[in-house]
């Protein structure tokens, strides 16, 4: 039994027990903080979305440009692009074709259309966005807005209205 005690451990005791420290601590080291993660410490491109659980990503935890649509307008009764609240929309992609307003040429295929009637015009319009190909529109349209006076159901074409892609 005493030779046990006084015996010194083997260089390969030692270097087991050490990678054994090392496996169980390193990825603990990779990081300081706990369970934090900063910009700096990852590459560019590397999480992608099916490395992140739903509902884990708040708004606030996005950028203004990421939060935004990728395109929208302020559009008015004449059919002008106001460029002050408008990005990535210009005159020459807005078109008005038989009380329908044509969006061609987006530069990308939006996926949701969102249109309001602006605060500072007619009451009782009902506004109508609709990704799907109008009749009224020449050619092959990436989006549309019809407008509509709800009491008689009659076009309206003289009336602002924002409109925004994504």
Known sequence: MRKLINR????GLIVGCLALAVALG???????GSNNVDGN???????????????????????AKARSPRA???VTGDNTVTPSLSRGIKN???TVETNVYCFNDLGFSPKHVQATVDSDNTTNVIIQATLEDQAECAGTEDASVRMI?????SAVIATNFFVAFD
């Open 8 to 11: 010194r451990p083997s260089a």
């Open 26 to 32: 390193g990825t603990a080291a990779a990081l300081p």
């Open 41 to 63: 410490d990852l590459e560019k491109n590397v999480v992608k979305s099916k490395h992140i659980k739903n509902k884990q990503v708040k708004p606030g935890d996005l950028n």
């Open 72 to 74: 929208y307008a302020h």
């Open 92 to 94: 020459s992609m807005v």
């Open 149 to 153: 006076i709800a009491d008689t159901s």
